[in-house]
């Protein structure tokens, strides 16, 4: 089944210890998002990837970066976590087109710990 | 800053009962989606409504649209158990590849 997968579920890290969560899609989209979600909170955009254009959201802090070598990968990287990182992180897809924004597709979602 | 707020926060009812929430939001927008999330999951989409609909159904879903009062409400009929899960609205400008979720709802469906 075409889905987004995220890997690893859980990641424990220590302050400071840079961290890499990964996700993939096997939906062929265009469009990959990283959103962070905290306790009860709505999912809050962090980033997204439209094809190979990389678009940063004004109020992302700079400790978090995003990687995406192809389609089917893309990658959050957090420098030097803090204790106000830790997080949900939730990778999603969408095949965007001209009439704009159309579903997105979610991974299950990595949880992050930080020490 | 959230383009949306839900109301109620959360809400609790009878297996049975229906359940209704609602959405506001503050811009002009190109479609108005909901999704669901249970409990330490990503979410799933529901529905999706453009800004040129009124209603729009998927099985025990009914959401509405009112471009006029820039709100929108989910009801989901005779809720199951397995309904439990919080639901967020997520809106959609006409340029640009975002969303932008509201703080969902929180809904308990009690057997």
């Not at chain 1, 087109?97 to 020490?115: D, I, K, M, Y």
């Not at chain 2, 506001?24 to 999704?35: C, D, G």
């Not at chain 2, 009112?66 to 709100?71: G, M």
Request: contains cysteine; aromatic residues 10%.
């Amino acid at each position: 089944d075409a889905m987004v997968i995220q890997n690893p579920r859980y990641q424990v890290t220590q302050f400071g210890k840079p961290v890499t969560l990964s996700c993939s899609q096997t939906l062929n989209h265009n469009v990959m998002y990283w959103y962070q979600q905290k306790s009860s909170q709505a999912p809050k955009l962090l980033f997204h990837y439209y094809d190979k254009d990389f678009n940063n959201e004004a109020d992302t802090p700079d400790n978090f970066q995003s990687r995406r070598p192809n389609t089917s990968f893309c990658f959050l990287d957090i420098r030097s976590p803090g204790l106000g990182d830790a997080a949900m992180y939730l990778c999603a897809t969408s095949r965007v087109r001209l009439a704009g924004v159309n579903e997105q597709f979610f991974g299950p979602g990595t949880r992050l710990t930080v020490l | 800053s959230q383009q949306g707020e839900e109301d109620p926060q959360a809400l609790s009812i009878q297996e049975g009962e229906n359940a209704t929430m609602n959405c506001s939001y503050k811009t002009s927008i190109n479609n108005l989606q909901w999704y669901r999330q249970n409990s330490g999951r990503g979410l799933v989409h529901l529905i999706l409504i453009r800004s040129n609909e009124r209603e729009k159904h998927s099985g025990r879903l009914r959401v509405t649209l009112d471009t006029s009062k820039k709100s929108s409400s989910l009801l989901i009929t005779a809720s199951r158990a397995a309904d439990t899960a919080s639901y967020f609205c997520a809106t959609a400008k006409a340029a640009g590849n975002k969303l932008t979720f509201g703080g969902g709802t929180r809904v308990l469906v009690k057997p």
